[in-house]
C-alpha cells in the first residue's frame, strides 16, 4: 500500500472537524535516537532532541519542533497538556501516512489526524475518542 499524499490527506481532512486533546501526557526529551514499534508492528525512528511522550500505557515521539508548538506544560513536572486543536476525520478503509518518524498504517475506522504544523498520523478509534473532543 502506498502512503497517502500531501494533497489526498488535505482533501480527507476538509471534510474532518477540529478537535482538542482532553489527556495529560508524560514527556522526557531524548538524549540519544531511539527505535520503537507501533501497536501495528511499524518501526519508527525518534532522534535525540525528539520526546517521547506517553499516556495509558502508549508511547510515541514528537520532534522537538513540532512539541514546542503543540504542547505545553502542567504544574506538575514532565506532565504536559496538548494545546493545538488537531483536525481529524474517520476513514473508511485501510490507509498509509509516511509521518515524521516513518510510515504508520491505519484501519478502516481508525482516524486520520493533523497538526496544525501539517504532520499527520492515525489513530484507532477506541483512543481517539478517549484523547480528544470536538472543539469549540
Do not use: C
Request: no cysteine; charged share 30%.
Amino acid at each position: 500500500m502506498r502512503p497517502l499524499t500531501t494533497t489526498e490527506i488535505s482533501d480527507l481532512l476538509a471534510a474532518g472537524d477540529w478537535y482538542s486533546s482532553v489527556v495529560v501526557v508524560k514527556a522526557e526529551q531524548l538524549r540519544a535516537d531511539r527505535a520503537w514499534e507501533t501497536r501495528r508492528g511499524g518501526r519508527l525512528v525518534g532522534r535525540a532532541g525528539d520526546w517521547l511522550v506517553s499516556e495509558d500505557g502508549d508511547h510515541w515521539t514528537v520532534t522537538a519542533e513540532v512539541f514546542a508548538q503543540t504542547y505545553k506544560p502542567t504544574d506538575v513536572h514532565g506532565h504536559y497538556r496538548k494545546t493545538a486543536r488537531v483536525r481529524a476525520v474517520r476513514m473508511a478503509r485501510r490507509f498509509l501516512v509516511e509521518t515524521l518518524e516513518g510510515p504508520v498504517p491505519g484501519e478502516a475506522n481508525d482516524w486520520l489526524v493533523q497538526n496544525p504544523g501539517g504532520d499527520a498520523w492515525p489513530i484507532d478509534a477506541k483512543t481517539f475518542e478517549r484523547r480528544y473532543t470536538v472543539a469549540p
